[in-house]
């Protein structure tokens, strides 16, 4: 293999960025890109920025996380992701050329707050099953496409005609679609969403028609899923309602559980790519136990 002991290190990362914008989604190589600038600078700073790929100990990946701590005033989440981001950066080195340490690995994260997830109250998904459908139907659509098959807006926004299949409850998920790259298919566990789907009257436009373009209307361009989030907000303040159309899906996990539905099953339906990820939803939903819970316990 082709050997980058002696090579710059900004010179080695850089190839290595370059193959995350051809393989990546925008937002996710925007996020290596931020990385890659921050560790330029510290290099820059600390004048080591004809350092070799192979000179990047463990030493100067952590003084590069304390610059970060003293320079930057980053949240401690953020600092993380930079850290795994450069991380996954450098196991991508490692598979590619004579580069055999991590130095990543061996810096300190900092602790992160445990993230609490706000949820809908009853009554705001009252207002959301009710009102939102008549205010704004396709913004209901939308919304119930998180709530009932866990979507995510920006793949809410990719759909087309061809990706719904209305006759078998379900939507075909191709990797184009999806933030993993890998085909899915998703049950749609809802009848009524199924009629709401209908009634955008699919069977009528060709099939390489965008289900939500322009105005929330099929069309033949794809809109930002920002476009989502700002129809959403507009509608949302004036409900007094604060939380995100996304956190549907948090709730919907966590009503799922209640619901008795085993967690492997729900892992399945979020697309989830390990029990663990989806037992963190669980746990924030709630934290205390479910009503009823006393009755239901055992008596000695």
Not at 218 to 225: H, L, R
Not at 262 to 272: A, F, K, M
Request: proline share 4%.
């Amino acid at each position: 293999s082709e050997s980058m002991g002696k090579t710059n290190a900004l010179t080695a990362i850089s190839r290595i960025l370059a193959l995350k914008k051809a393989t990546s989604r925008p937002r996710t190589y925007t996020s290596y890109k931020d990385a890659v600038n921050k560790l330029e600078k510290f290099l820059i700073s600390r004048k080591l920025k004809d350092l070799a790929v192979e000179d990047v100990s463990a030493m100067v990946a952590q003084q590069f996380s304390d610059y970060m701590i003293e320079n930057m005033q980053l949240g401690n989440r953020t600092h993380n992701n930079m850290i795994n981001d450069l991380r996954t950066m450098w196991n991508m080195m490692n598979k590619r050329f004579n580069v055999h340490i991590n130095p990543w690995r061996a810096v300190d994260l900092l602790p992160e707050t445990d993230a609490s997830i706000v949820m809908f109250t009853e009554d705001e998904l009252k207002k959301v099953r009710t009102k939102l459908r008549e205010d704004d139907f396709e913004l209901w659509v939308c919304a119930a496409l998180v709530f009932y098959c866990a979507l995510r807006p920006q793949e809410i926004v990719r759909l087309k005609v061809y990706n719904i299949i209305t006759d078998m409850d379900g939507i075909l998920l191709d990797g184009r679609i999806t933030k993993n790259k890998k085909n899915a298919w998703v049950n749609i566990p809802s009848p009524e969403l199924v009629e709401d789907l209908k009634q955008l009257g699919l069977k009528k436009l060709h099939r390489e028609t965008y289900v939500f373009s322009r105005h929330l209307k099929p069309g033949t361009k794809e809109i930002a899923p920002t476009r989502i989030a700002e129809r959403w907000r507009k509608w949302a303040d004036a409900n007094g309602i604060s939380e995100t159309i996304y956190k549907l899906k948090h709730n919907a996990a966590g009503m799922a559980s209640d619901a008795g539905i085993p967690l492997r099953e729900l892992q399945l339906h979020l697309r989830h790519h390990s029990l663990e990820q989806t037992e963190q939803y669980i746990k924030r939903f709630r934290r205390e136990v479910m009503p009823g819970f006393n009755e239901k316990y055992p008596k000695m």
